[in-house]
């Protein structure tokens, strides 16, 4: 058994529509913004008005979409559990798992953050 | 001045994708499912593992996508912001507003549920 929570949003927007998509939504959720360090493709929506984090990827390539992230505090045993429930791997990178769903929409599994919400509200899951 | 939160994720799947994609979500998320009685098109992922609300939607037709929803407690206001910060406005349907972002993504400014965790974390914007 281990412990499952979906709490961050990702919004993914491509090389053109990057920059005044992710001023948008800092306006719109009255947020800070601050780019990643570790990671400068991603910047952290700062405070935004939403029940979790919110950040803006900036892809490489590809139409803009919207996913979500699953956190787990066992990635190997969420993606197993998932893939046996109809769901697809489709790559590494580094600590995250990418998958599709049937409907065919990207989402990532990635280890949690253990922290006050993730033990409040994060429910248990597997076997 | 009013209070908006963006807190509901609302899956959109087509037709042929709908029935496994939600069963999926159902069981990815260890939720219950309840069909909308007003909107029967949507079904309530009921005590999911996340930390708002979660709406599985059977889209008449295009492509599965994923959409946000904002809560406003004056949505004529917030659609106005909203506009003045880059959305445009894309179709009403009941009370809610459909707006698309400058990256191109939909999502829709909805009335806000008047409840504690409204009033907890909700944001103050405008002027």
Same mark, same amino acid.
Request: charged share 25%; aromatic share 8%; proline share 5%.
């Given at each position: 058994m281990h412990r499952i929570?979906?709490?961050?949003?990702?919004f993914d927007f491509p090389g053109e529509a990057h920059d005044a998509a992710r001023d948008f939504w800092q306006v719109a959720l009255a947020a800070g913004v601050r780019r990643g360090t570790t990671n400068p493709e991603y910047h952290v929506l700062?405070?935004?008005?939403?029940?979790?984090?919110?950040l803006?990827?900036?892809l490489r390539e590809g139409a803009s979409r919207l996913?979500?992230?699953?956190?787990?505090?066992? /990635?190997?045993?969420?993606?197993?559990?998932?893939v046996a429930a109809g769901a697809v791997e489709v790559e590494r990178i580094?600590?995250?798992i990418v998958l599709r769903d049937p409907g065919g929409l990207l989402f990532c599994?990635?280890?949690?953050?253990l922290d006050s919400d993730? /033990?409040?509200?994060?429910? /248990?899951?597997?076997?």
């Amino acid at each position: 058994m281990h412990r499952i929570l979906m709490r961050t949003v990702v919004f993914d927007f491509p090389g053109e529509a990057h920059d005044a998509a992710r001023d948008f939504w800092q306006v719109a959720l009255a947020a800070g913004v601050r780019r990643g360090t570790t990671n400068p493709e991603y910047h952290v929506l700062e405070h935004p008005a939403a029940l979790g984090p919110v950040l803006v990827q900036h892809l490489r390539e590809g139409a803009s979409r919207l996913h979500l992230d699953i956190e787990a505090d066992d /990635t190997g045993a969420e993606v197993a559990r998932l893939v046996a429930a109809g769901a697809v791997e489709v790559e590494r990178i580094e600590d995250w798992i990418v998958l599709r769903d049937p409907g065919g929409l990207l989402f990532c599994v990635v280890p949690a953050d253990l922290d006050s919400d993730f /033990t409040s509200f994060a429910r /248990t899951v597997g076997t």
